[in-house]
T-cell receptor, first 115, second 113 residues
Framework: DAGITQSPRHKVTETGTPVTLRCHQT?????MYWYRQDPGHGLRLIHY???????DKGEVSDGYSVSRSKTEDFLLTLESATSSQTSVYFC??????????????FGPGTRLTVL | DQQVKQNSPSLSVQEGRISILNCDYT??????FLWYKKYPAEGPTFLIS?????DKNEDGRFTVFLNKSAKHLSLHIVPSQPGDSAVYFC????????????FGKGTSLLVTP
């Protein structure tokens, strides 16, 4: 299994509070992604990173920011959590070798509840 | 708008028989397709992929078929085993957004003994 961990695994927070989720990899992969999974939507891309300090927005980026100061860590921040951000969050990594296309490996997920 | 569609939310198959999971897509720029398997409370696990230059890829009990003209792909599992019971996601990429994946909503497969 690819070495990907996510922390915390579960979190309950209140509306308006900031929340940071962490993704840590030991594979030295170039690409990292944050997705959210909601009933009826599959997984949707929030933000992605293609290198240290290189990030960009995905399909559902509103209300989220990310940072990647080291190859191994990709942080997702909810500046002011809302109930619509209650979801399961998955981090994924990809080697991004020549040709571009590689399978992505997913972390175990973080279940976030915003009350 | 959902660009990858899995129109069957669930499928039930007897052990030993073939499971066929279907996926349709609307974006003609997709050129890499993947299937993931997901158990409850775990992250998706990569199963098999196919490039748009191929129409079939096989890995053990799993075969993926791609019909580009119909914008359709399918995953065949033969023979099906109870441990295959999980949610299966179809995903596709057009190389944009750092080769990010566009996912279908998933099909829940139940393999009964």
């Amino acid at each position: 299994d690819a070495g990907i961990t996510q922390s915390p695994r579960h979190k309950v927070t209140e509306t308006g509070t900031p929340v940071t989720l962490r993704c840590h990899q030991t594979e030295n992969h170039r690409y990292m992604y944050w997705y959210r999974q909601d009933p009826g939507h599959g997984l949707r891309l929030i933000h992605y990173s293609y290198g240290v300090k290189d990030t960009d927005k995905g399909e559902v980026s509103d209300g989220y920011s990310v940072s990647r100061s080291k190859t191994e860590d990709f942080l997702l921040t909810l500046e002011s959590a809302t109930s619509s951000q209650t979801s399961v969050y998955f981090c994924a990594i990809s080697e991004g070798a020549s040709g571009g296309y590689n399978e992505q490996f997913f972390g175990p997920g973080t279940r976030l509840t915003v009350l | 708008d959902q660009q990858v569609k899995q129109n069957s939310p669930s499928l039930s198959v007897q052990e030993g028989r073939i499971s066929i999971l279907n996926c349709d897509y609307t974006n003609s720029m997709f050129d890499y397709f993947l299937w993931y398997k997901k158990y409850p409370a775990e992250g998706p696990t990569f199963l098999i992929s196919i490039s748009s230059i191929k129409d079939k890829n096989e890995d053990g009990r799993f075969t993926v078929f791609l019909n580009k003209s119909a914008k359709h792909l399918s995953l065949h599992i033969v023979p099906s085993q109870p441990g295959d019971s999980a949610v299966y996601f179809c995903a596709a990429s057009d190389g944009n957004s750092g080769y990010a994946l566009n996912f279908g909503k998933g099909t829940s497969l139940l393999v009964t003994p």
